[in-house]
């Protein structure tokens, strides 16, 4: 008797243990599912709006949590005990139905309005601090302005005033700085988008002709991962972004780079310059396919530092210079600037003037290395359906690139630290 009944103990428990690992194995073993910790994660936050957030969600986690507790019991409790155990009990007619207790009813409605009011404060009381800058730290807060595009985000930052060209502007990744209330003002240009950095603040909406905004705050320097979280057309699931908290010096130091006009790279004679290689393009890259090196995960932060220095060693200063002439020729500076290189662009596609000392390109899909932007120059059509650089200037200018012309235009763009 004992034997059996431990036998189908553990045979209970080794279908839990196989549910377990399937379910494991569904998630790829995934760590950051079991530990919720992904880039991407509300519950491993970081800065104050979002840990307010948290908090709410935790507040109301608890509450819920403690009635089902009760009433699981009470129905576990009243299914067990008044069980029918005969057949008898079967067949029996049921006893007289009453109205209900007064007093019973009474004290669940006072314990739902408990049970609110302790939601209620919690919620109200974040609801008022994640509006906006509080305002003993409104002096301290950074502004900068946001705008969603199908399917990038182009950041201005009013404070840096560039002379002759208006305010510093970038694209697709926001540096801010860390320890410093930011205050980000958004905008959608064309249809609804929707600004969301899990690990720092929750999602608000990016509305043609409507002023939103919100404010976020990094605790200490980082490396966070952002998303479009309305739908907004083809491309809306690889519509990202990244925001990069920095120590003031760092974020000083990065001011000053970007306020630079783009770096002029000298056209060399000299033959002893080892020739820049790049991989040929690879024609099974699915549509929407993320490229990125395991190495940059480990150390997103310090991918991002890594790019911000120019590697004058290994540049091939001809096929630069090359690669600056078909920028022109091929109808590339219609659309995107280059500060200081040569006259064009708007306003409405990604300013490039330092787009080499970004670590993604393509709305954050595709990390900022020389196989990925021969990736998506050669064919941003296959990257990312629908995207306006294929249709209204591969299509409109009729632009096409031999695999010689993509390794000159990765070599400038790559140039432009
Ligand atoms: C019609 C205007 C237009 C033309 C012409 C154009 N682009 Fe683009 N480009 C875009 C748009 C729009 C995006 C953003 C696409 C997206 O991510 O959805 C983009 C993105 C890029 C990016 C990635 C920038 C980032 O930060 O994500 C690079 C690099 C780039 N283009 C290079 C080029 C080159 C090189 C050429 C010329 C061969 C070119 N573009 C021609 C509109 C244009
Ligand atoms: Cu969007």
């Known amino acids: 008797m004992r034997l059996t009944s431990l036998l189908t103990t553990l045979a209970r428990r080794g279908r839990i243990l196989l549910a377990l690992g399937g379910l494991a194995l569904l998630t790829g073993c995934n760590l950051d599912f079991w530990t919720m910790k992904g880039h991407q994660s509300t519950i491993a936050v970081d800065g104050p709006v979002a840990k307010s957030q948290l908090n709410v969600f935790l507040v109301t986690c608890w509450v819920t949590l403690v009635i089902f507790i009760i009433v699981g019991s009470v ?7 008044f069980r029918a155990r005969s057949e008898a009990d079967e067949q029996a007619v049921p006893p007289e139905q009453g109205h209900g207790n007064p007093l019973i009813e009474l004290g669940l409605i006072g314990a739902s309005v408990l049970a609110l009011v302790i939601i209620a404060v919690p919620t109200l ?9 509080p305002a003993e730290e409104k ?12 399917w990038w985000f182009k950041f201005e930052y009013p404070a840096e005033q560039i002379a002759g060209s208006g305010q510093l502007v970038s694209a697709n990744e926001l540096v801010i700085p860390a320890g410093r209330p930011v205050h980000i003002n958004l905008r959608g240009m064309d249809v609804i988008h929707s600004f969301w950095v899990p690990k720092l603040a ?5 509305i043609p002709n409507r002023g939103n905004f919100l404010w976020l705050k990094a605790d200490a320097p980082g490396y966070f991962w952002g998303q479009c979280a309305e739908y907004c057309g083809d491309s809306h699931a690889v519509m990202r972004f990244r925001v990069i908290a920095l120590g003031p010096k760092d974020f000083n130091n990065w001011l000053n780079a970007q306020t630079a006009p783009a770096r002029e790279v000298a056209k060399v004679a000299s033959t002893d310059q080892p020739k820049a290689q790049f991989a040929a393009y690879r024609s099974d890259w699915k549509r929407n396919e993320a490229g990125w090196s395991p190495q940059f995960e480990l150390n997103p932060l310090e991918s991002w530092k890594a790019h911000q220095e120019p590697d004058a060693k290994h540049e091939d200063t001809a096929l630069i210079a090359k690669g600056r002439a078909l920028f022109q020729s091929k109808t590339c500076f219609s659309c995107h600037v280059v500060r200081g290189h040569m006259v064009g662009g708007s306003g409405a596609y990604p ?15 595709l990390e900022n ?3 990925q932007l021969a990736r998506w120059i050669s064919h941003p059509d296959v990257v990312k359906p629908g995207n306006k650089m294929y249709v209204n200037g591969y299509l409109a200018n009729n632009i096409k690139l031999t695999p010689d012309d993509v390794s000159a235009l990765v070599a400038y763009l790559s140039s432009l630290k």
């Open 351 to 365: 300013e490039l003037t330092h787009v080499g000392a970004r670590t993604t390109i393509a709305g954050g899909l």
């Open 75 to 81: 129905l576990a409790y009243a299914t067990y005990k």
């Open 202 to 206: 929750g999602k608000v909406d990016m």
């Open 369 to 371: 290395n020389a196989e």
């Open 125 to 133: 009381k974040s609801i008022t601090y994640t509006a906006d800058v």
């Open 139 to 150: 002096a301290n807060a950074y502004e900068v302005n946001a705008y969603g595009y199908q």
